[in-house]
């Protein structure tokens, strides 16, 4: 099935191009069926690519998902033209008053700020505190993962020596997850953070189950047993050379950078790194988008109220811990 996306989207291009069927809105608009109703807050720099990366893994999918794109309004993004900006994003004023069966905030280069030093901090935990009563199920991507743990929970996150960059093996710790229902023992998944979570407070919260973690990237996937939250420490989204053109980007500002690890062949950048990681990408929201079809109300209005009673469950399951 097709995602529906707003006409004219730069990404339906790159899509129909990968043989990826996507559904403009007046034609969407003729079908006899409730698509899912899926909110993108887009903290990257680099919009459009980052826009095509998550619509190709929803299009995975055998849903039809509409697609609503989100900004903050206190940062001025200096990388994507204002016209793009205005004609397919809205500000978070735009959709306060609406509910959503899915939210996804991305990840942003900033993890070397703390976060309340964020132009757009106090903004990001209005959106988020907005989605615990308005959203079915959040997905919180890298750095919008570290933010949301942290203003949810209050976990910190811890900088990195180094930064953790390349393609690196996850192990699986619950197979039997509706979310990694599929998932390989092992699977491979990009980082590119300067930071990570305190797995120290992250253990003092029983709510949040860690589903997959890196032998030496740490957890790499987790979310409340309800799903009406979930954090993805990496970047699954990534397509095959955004880590490459990352490299070469700093390589040729004469920025000190490392070869991302298990990346290029022979470890050698000129050679075409291999896609290791495009099947789980695709299995996780393919696996996250079914199960908000299924568990997220026909009527939007009824979210607020199903919200309310995932996340009476999630804590009263917490408090038999307390």
């Known amino acids: ?17 990968e043989r990826i069927f996507a559904l403009e809105e007046e034609v969407a608009s003729d079908q006899r069926i409730r698509p899912l ?19 190709r893994l929803i299009s995975k999918s055998p849903l039809q998902v509409s ?17 793009h900006l205005v004609k397919f994003y809205d500000v978070f004023d735009a959709y306060r008053d609406k509910n959503y069966d899915g939210l996804i905030i991305t990840g942003a280069p900033v993890e070397h700020l703390a976060f309340t030093d964020v132009d757009y901090w106090d903004e990001l935990c209005e959106i988020m505190d907005w989605a615990r009563e308005h959203v079915f199920s959040a997905m919180f991507l890298c750095w919008g993962a570290l933010a949301a743990l942290y203003h949810y929970y209050g976990i910190p996150k811890k900088q990195l020596g180094a930064k953790l960059f390349g393609v690196f093996p996850q192990r699986l710790c619950d197979e039997y997850s509706f979310l990694t229902n599929g998932f390989d023992e092992v699977h491979n998944m990009p980082h590119s953070r300067h930071a990570a979570i305190d797995t120290g407070e ?6 949040l189950i860690t589903l997959s973690e890196g032998f030496n990237s740490g957890p790499a996937l987790i979310a409340t047993e309800d799903f009406h939250e979930i954090y993805v420490t990496g970047h699954f989204e990534y397509g095959r050379d955004t880590l490459a053109d990352e490299y070469w980007r700093d390589f040729h500002k004469g920025m000190p950078i490392r070869l991302p690890e298990n990346y290029f062949p022979d470890d050698d950048p000129e050679n075409q790194p291999i896609f290791t990681w495009r099947a789980h990408a695709n299995l996780l929201y393919r696996n996250w988008l079914n199960w908000v079809y299924q ?14 009673s995932l996340r009476a469950k999630t804590y009263g399951m917490a408090d038999k811990f307390d």
């Open 1 to 17: 099935m097709p995602i529906n996306i707003p006409d004219g989207l730069p990404a339906k291009t790159t899509l129909h191009q």
């Open 37 to 55: 109703q899926l909110a993108i807050l887009n903290l990257m720099p680099t919009k459009i690519e980052t826009e095509t990366q998550i619509l």
């Open 67 to 83: 697609c609503d794109f989100m900004r903050v309004s206190t940062h001025e993004s200096k990388n994507t033209s204002a016209d």
């Open 202 to 207: 992250l253990a003092s919260h029983p709510e």
């Open 295 to 308: 568990m997220t109300p026909y009527d939007l209005a009824e979210i607020p109220a199903a919200v309310e």
